[in-house]
């Protein structure tokens, strides 16, 4: 074989290895149908070590089910770099009169309000190793952003004395570096897309530690060339223990839902 025949070779390899890409720019927005929303959490003073942790839904009765809007997307620099985001917010409350023992406090007969507020921001770089006709293959770095807030409001009896309240509260924004993986296989060229994406991440120093796996599989249909709908399956697990505003927050997440999805591509 000749030394042009290789290179010629080589030359087509490449090109198949690396085919122009189709779109640049992508926007969804969608209903998040969150089946499982699920957090233990406590709450203590700052510089002091975790008490006991309180399940929501079962001693606090919080929602774990919800419906909530999501916002993703991209954009494509070129065919190897690009970037992408995401947005949604979940709020879950409840309401118990059971009896519980918070941050050293033991309350009975009482009323117990509590919330847990979550919001997740996502944006990643986006480097795109391979890529062909049918197939893309990617690495991810970026950040994970999670604001948390989170308290219990009670009125009745408090360490033994009637007719007390009781309120405890504390906000947290915790932004967490992600490195993770991304890919699609187009199933039918230009209209059936199915698609996989996975962040992680795992952080420990001093009295800070952070863990998070992330993890997404939708399936993509594009009814003409710049509109589509999808369906997807989210699950997002969070450990974050760290000082918050006024408090020292150790809270375990589970969040996992069903996306239903509309897609403007160009």
């Known amino acids: 074989m000749s030394m042009k025949t290789v290179f010629l070779l080589v030359l087509v390899l490449v ?60 954009y494509r620099f070129n065919n190897t770099h690009s970037i992408d985001f ?37 944006l990643n770089y986006i480097y795109s190793f391979y890529h062909n006709d049918k197939v893309e293959l990617a690495l991810t770095v970026g950040l994970h952003i999670t604001a948390v807030e989170l308290g219990i409001f009670a009125y009745g009896t408090v360490n033994g004395i009637d007719d007390s309240t009781y309120k405890s509260d504390t906000s947290l924004t915790v932004p967490l570096p992600v490195l993770g993986f991304k890919g699609e296989y187009t199933i039918i060229d230009k209209r059936l897309f199915v698609n996989y994406k996975a962040d992680y991440f795992y952080l420990a120093f001093d009295d800070y530690k952070g863990a998070l796996v992330t993890t997404a599989l939708n399936i993509e249909y594009h009814f003409i060339d710049n509109f589509g709908v999808g369906l997807g399956y989210n699950v997002n697990t969070m450990r974050i223990e760290a000082n918050g505003n006024n408090a020292r927050v150790d809270v375990t997440n589970t969040l996992s839902g069903f996306m239903l999805y509309a897609s403007y591509i160009y």
């Open 15 to 74: 090109s198949f290895a690396h085919a122009e890409v189709k779109d640049k720019f992508k926007i969804s927005l969608g209903v998040m149908n969150v089946v499982n929303f699920e957090t233990e959490m406590q709450i203590a003073p700052k510089d002091a070590p975790v008490g006991v942790r309180i399940n929501t839904k079962d001693q606090l009765h919080m929602q774990n089910d919800t419906n909530v809007l999501r916002l993703d997307g991209y």
């Open 86 to 122: 995401s947005y949604f917010s979940v709020n879950s409350n409840g309401t118990t009169s059971d009896a519980i023992t918070w941050d050293g406090n033991d309350i009975v007969s009482a009323n117990i309000n509590s919330f847990f507020n979550m919001d997740i921001y996502k």
